[in-house]
């Protein structure tokens, strides 16, 4: 956990109005050097929008953003970048059939040379790119490889390693682990913590309890736009994490309306029951009387037959 006093990017009662639509309501969260704020909310709950004006895609409406006590006002994600405030998204932008070295340098590409003759430097990229993944604990075959070639986790690597190595002081992680199976997201988890013992500042965005338990040092809840507030692991523990992400007015309506089901259920079963015991019975029924009516009139014509 970070000991300076200000903290490195911090927003005070942040609104975000899109029309007559509120995506953000006086919402406000800070995130120092070297911990793992976690940002968790159900799917609609003003995670993405939040995560946009953190990283210079939105304005607030309302409030205030600051960047380690200054005010600030981007208008641009490359404002945001200038502070050293990196954002990978769920799609990564990467491009999956260029090498893991292009990737790594998208946007940035190291040259050699001048002029006409001036080309991608593939040597320092490659070298850059190998050691970079080495410190986030992947040992790469082939920087050449295409990107595409990797596993979602390892991709996740490499993006979060580029945004290290670009200088950036707070990495915003949106939904790293949506898309990954158990142990790819278990990868994701230690890159994550890597990134803590950097003294570098995470934002990480989840649904997930379960993986935000994992390596967070700090909880803000969003739902229907609006804060729960933030609270530490010792202030909060996982179950009741659960309960205010969905709602516990909800999971109780849930229980009872489901209690409901199965008892309408189970009624339903028993007069469907009730009534098939009821045919049974009636055609066993007719089949007597006809199976007697049958043994009367073979018993007559036997009669008749022996005169």
């Not at 790594?104 to 590409?109: D, H, N, P, T, W």
């Not at 338990?213 to 692991?233: E, M, P, S, W």
């Amino acid at each position: 956990m970070a000991t300076n006093q200000n903290p490195l990017i911090e927003v005070l009662g942040v609104s975000k109005y899109f029309g007559s639509v509120i995506a953000l309501n006086d919402v406000s969260m800070s995130v120092h050097a070297g911990e793992v704020m976690c940002l968790l909310g159900d799917n609609g709950a003003g995670k993405s929008t939040l995560i946009k004006i953190l990283s210079g895609v939105h304005k607030p409406s309302e409030g205030k953003y600051l960047v380690e006590g200054t005010p600030v006002d981007f208008n641009s994600p490359r404002d945001a970048l200038a502070y050293g405030i990196a954002t990978v998204y769920q799609d990564l932008a990467m491009i999956p059939l260029m090498s893991i070295s292009r990737n790594f340098f998208l946007g940035s590409e190291p040259t050699v040379g001048w002029g006409p003759f001036r080309r991608f430097n593939v040597s320092f990229a490659n070298q850059v790119a190998r050691s970079e993944m080495a410190k986030m604990g992947i040992d790469i075959r082939d920087p050449s490889q295409p990107v595409g070639t990797l596993s979602g986790g390892e991709r996740q690597s490499v993006a979060i390693a580029r945004a290290v190595y670009f200088g950036a002081k707070v990495l915003i992680l949106d939904e790293p682990t949506a898309a990954l199976g158990v142990k790819q997201a278990g990868v994701v988890l230690r890159y994550v913590a890597q990134a803590r013992a950097r003294n570098i500042g995470v934002v990480f965005i989840t649904h997930n309890p379960h993986h935000a338990y994992a390596v967070g040092d700090r909880f803000t809840i969003l739902k229907r736009g609006r804060t729960f507030g933030t609270f530490t692991r010792a202030e909060l523990s996982r179950e009741e994490m659960v309960r205010m992400m969905s709602g516990a007015d909800e999971l109780d309506a849930l229980s009872h309306e489901l209690e409901e089901f199965a008892r309408e259920d189970a009624e339903a079963n028993a007069g469907r029951l009730s009534s098939a015991e009821s045919d049974m019975a009636h055609s066993l029924e007719a089949g007597e009387s006809m199976y007697g009516r049958t043994a009367r009139g073979q018993a007559g014509a036997k009669r008749t037959d022996e005169r």
